[in-house]
């Protein structure tokens, strides 16, 4: 079996971060190890968050780079500047697929990073990435492109992206892109591809976005061409939703096993 790694953050209601990562790996047949960047308290407030320390994320690379045979990595949350020199310095001369998803923007509350960390996800973390999955607010930071509202909007700040460094870039235009519709768009160096699933009118959304770039790693990891892992992980986020955790009447989690209890496995 194919071992995969997240880099990401713990998000206590477990809607996000590394919980959805690490559900998301096993539902799809991969095994999912961790390096924990910061710990995210979720509550009715906002966000809390507690980045762990540049030391403790090192030793946790090393141990699973040096005695486990990866081949693709997803990053989610880093938190701050030293977290994102570390993982670069860790990851960039090896052969590790890395998928970014830049998490910059919550929707389950505001949280505000430097620009210190923000310009070297831009200059330095996204050149050496194979894929990039922002959300809709992330591909509009990322691009300088300020208003995401047409699908020609968000094909130009793919192509924006794109010129950052990355050559594949997936733009989650999710519940925050204007209609009935959620949209997936795929850029890649050799075409472009929109995926598409009605827009489901529930709040069973947080760890909508972790859970997609999750599960486009684990099929990728199983050698599943990145169009068709695109088109599976909109399928599986889907019913994730739709199956998803109520918790409040404003907040609730996608739940990854919705998949396995609705399709037949591929
Ligand atoms: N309301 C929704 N209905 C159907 N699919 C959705 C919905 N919200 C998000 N998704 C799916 O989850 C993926 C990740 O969404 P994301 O952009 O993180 O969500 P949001 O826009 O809610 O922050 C989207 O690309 C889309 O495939
Ligand atoms: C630790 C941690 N990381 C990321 C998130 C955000 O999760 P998600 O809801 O999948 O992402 P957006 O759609 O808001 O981009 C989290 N909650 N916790």
């Known amino acids: ?34 390096a924990i960047t910061s710990l995210i308290n979720v509550d009715p407030t906002g966000i809390q968050s507690h980045v762990l320390s540049a030391d403790l994320l090192s030793e946790q690379l090393d141990s699973t780079l040096s005695q486990l045979p990866i081949r693709f990595a997803k990053i989610g949350l880093i938190g701050n500047f ?20 830049p998490v910059l923007f919550f929707k389950e509350g505001a949280h505000y990073f430097q620009k210190v960390y923000t310009d070297a996800m831009k200059s330095l973390l996204l050149p050496v990435a194979y894929l990039v999955t922002p959300n809709l607010e992330e591909a509009a930071f990322l691009s300088n492109v300020s208003k995401l509202e047409t699908k020609d909007d968000v094909q130009q700040a793919a192509q924006k992206i794109q010129a950052l460094g990355c050559p594949n870039v997936v733009i989650k235009c999710g519940s925050r892109f204007p209609g009935d519709t959620a949209y997936n768009y795929l850029l ?13 009118a529930v709040t069973t959304t947080d760890g909508a976005g972790c859970t997609f770039s999750a599960a486009i790693t684990a099929l990728l990891a199983r050698n599943y061409a990145l169009v068709d892992a695109v088109q599976l992980a909109t399928r599986f986020v889907y019913l994730g939703i739709q199956a998803g955790i109520p918790i409040s009447p404003h907040l609730g989690s996608v739940w990854q096993g919705a998949y396995r209890q609705k399709e037949v496995h591929p």
């Open 82 to 101: 030293s977290n994102l020199l570390v993982i670069i310095k860790k990851l960039m001369n090896t052969d590790i697929k890395l998928i970014v998803d």
């Open 1 to 34: 079996m194919e071992t995969v790694l997240t880099i990401a953050g713990s998000d206590s209601l477990a809607g996000g971060g590394l919980q959805a990562d690490l559900k998301t790996f096993e539902e799809l047949n991969v095994f999912g190890v961790s």
């Open 188 to 200: 890649t160096e050799s075409g472009e591809h929109w995926f598409e699933t009605p827009k489901l």
